[in-house]
C-alpha cells in the first residue's frame, strides 16, 4: 500500500484515475511563505462529481493543477498544518476547507484578520469563498460539517436568492435529484417557510426521499409529466440531464417562472443545454458569486453566523444522515467509482481518511 499519496483524475474521462506517490512529509523542504498541509478526513459527494464536470467552466481544475490531461478534483474537509514557514501560522493548526484528495499538500497560505488564505498563484482570480480555510477545533459533528456545509450552504444562497426574487412569484418548487443533500437543504429552507416543493427523484430512491419529510410530494421522473402541477413553478436542477430538463420544459412551459442549473448529480449525460426549451432559459446558479455579494450586505461574520446557525438546525432537524468512513487510496477509488457512478445511498455520508 503507498503509504504517501495523491489521486488524479482524467479531466477528458472521470472515470479514469491515477495514483501517485508523494514524497514523505519530512522529506520535503518548503520554501518561505509555504506550508505543508496533512489531511485528516474528507467528505466525498455527488457535488465532488460537479467540479469535476464543470471543471474547465467553473475553474476547479484550478485549485490544484495537474500536467496535461490530468487534474484534482477538489474536496471539503480537515487538515493539520504539518509544516509551516509562515511565522503566524504556526504547526498544529487545524483548518476546515477546500483540499485536495491526497495525503498532504503544499501550498503557499497567509493570516488575514478574517482567517487563512490560500494565495498561491494559480488561485488568482478564482473565488476567495474557496480559496479560504477556517481554522477548527475538533467537534462530534466534524463528519456531519464536513458533508453538509457546502452543501448546504449552496441550499442556503439559492433559498436566499428565491426569497429575494420574492420566489418569481411561484405556488410551486420543483427540484429534480431530490435525494441529493443539496436538494434535501433547499427543500428543507422551502418548506420551513412554509414553501410547497415537490421532489423529483428516481423510483429507486423515492422510498428515502419520501421519508425525509420536506417535499410536500415526491414523484419519479417517469411519472412527472402525468402529474398535474398547478399555479406559477420555480423549477431548480441539481440532475443535469438533458431528458428531465427537457421534460420539465415541455411539461410546463409558461407555467415555469424560473428555472435554475445547480450542478450534476447525472453526470454520464452530460451538460444542460438541450436547444431551445419552452419556457424561460435555464439559468446557471454559481454560489461563489452570491457568497460574494452576501459577504459585503451582511459583513463576513454575520454572514458566517447566519450560515452556521442555519446548518446547525438543518442537522438537528434532519437525523437520516449515516456517515461511512472509508480509510486509504484503494478504498477512496472503489467509493469514488461508486459516487461518479451515481450509485452511493443517498442516506450515505461518505467520509475519507488517508
Known amino acids: 500500500m503507498i503509504e504517501n499519496w495523491d489521486l488524479l483524475i482524467d479531466r477528458t474521462d472521470l472515470s479514469r484515475t491515477e495514483l501517485r506517490t508523494l514524497p514523505a512529509p519530512d522529506a520535503v523542504a518548503l520554501a518561505d511563505g509555504e506550508v505543508l498541509l496533512e489531511m485528516e478526513r474528507f467528505a466525498l459527494t455527488a457535488n465532488n462529481i460537479t467540479y469535476g464536470g464543470y471543471g474547465d467552466r467553473l475553474g476547479s481544475w484550478r485549485f490544484f493543477p495537474a500536467e496535461g490531461d490530468w487534474g484534482r478534483i477538489p474536496v471539503w474537509g480537515f487538515a493539520t498544518v504539518r509544516h509551516s514557514t509562515v511565522e503566524t501560522i504556526s504547526e498544529g493548526t487545524r483548518l476546515f476547507g477546500y483540499l485536495p484528495m491526497a495525503t498532504h499538500w503544499i501550498t503557499r497560505l497567509v493570516r488575514r484578520p478574517w482567517g487563512v488564505v490560500d494565495v498561491s498563484d494559480h488561485r488568482a482570480g478564482l473565488p476567495s469563498a474557496y480559496n479560504s480555510l477556517v481554522e477548527a477545533a475538533p467537534g462530534p459533528l466534524d463528519d456531519q460539517i464536513a458533508l453538509l456545509r457546502p452543501l ?19 405556488a410551486t418548487f420543483i427540484l429534480s435529484s431530490a435525494s441529493s443533500k443539496t436538494a434535501l437543504g433547499l427543500g428543507w429552507l422551502l418548506a420551513r417557510r412554509g414553501a410547497r416543493v415537490v421532489g423529483l427523484t428516481s ?26 402541477v398547478e399555479g406559477p413553478v420555480v423549477f431548480v436542477d441539481f440532475a443535469g440531464a438533458p431528458e428531465v430538463v427537457a421534460a420539465v420544459h415541455h ?31 435555464p439559468t446557471f446558479f454559481f454560489a461563489p458569486d452570491r457568497v460574494r455579494q452576501r459577504s459585503q450586505d451582511w459583513g463576513g461574520a454575520a454572514f458566517h453566523d447566519r450560515i452556521q446557525t442555519a446548518l446547525e438546525a438543518f442537522i438537528t432537524a434532519n437525523g437520516w444522515l449515516e456517515v461511512s468512513t472509508h480509510a486509504g487510496p484503494e478504498a477512496l477509488k472503489a467509493i469514488y467509482q461508486t459516487v461518479l457512478a451515481g450509485k452511493a445511498r443517498p442516506e450515505e455520508g461518505i467520509m475519507v481518511t488517508p
Open 203 to 228: 423510483p429507486r430512491n423515492r422510498g428515502f426521499v419520501e421519508g425525509v419529510g420536506c417535499y410536500a410530494e415526491t414523484l419519479t421522473y417517469e411519472a412527472f409529466t402525468e402529474t398535474p
Open 251 to 281: 411539461s410546463l412551459g409558461e407555467q415555469l417562472v424560473h428555472s435554475a442549473v445547480v450542478g450534476s448529480t447525472h453526470q454520464a449525460d452530460g451538460a444542460v443545454g438541450p436547444g431551445r426549451l419552452p419556457g424561460p432559459r
Open 152 to 170: 448546504f450552504l449552496t441550499a442556503f444562497l439559492l433559498d436566499d436568492y428565491l426569497a429575494e426574487n420574492a420566489d418569481f412569484g411561484a
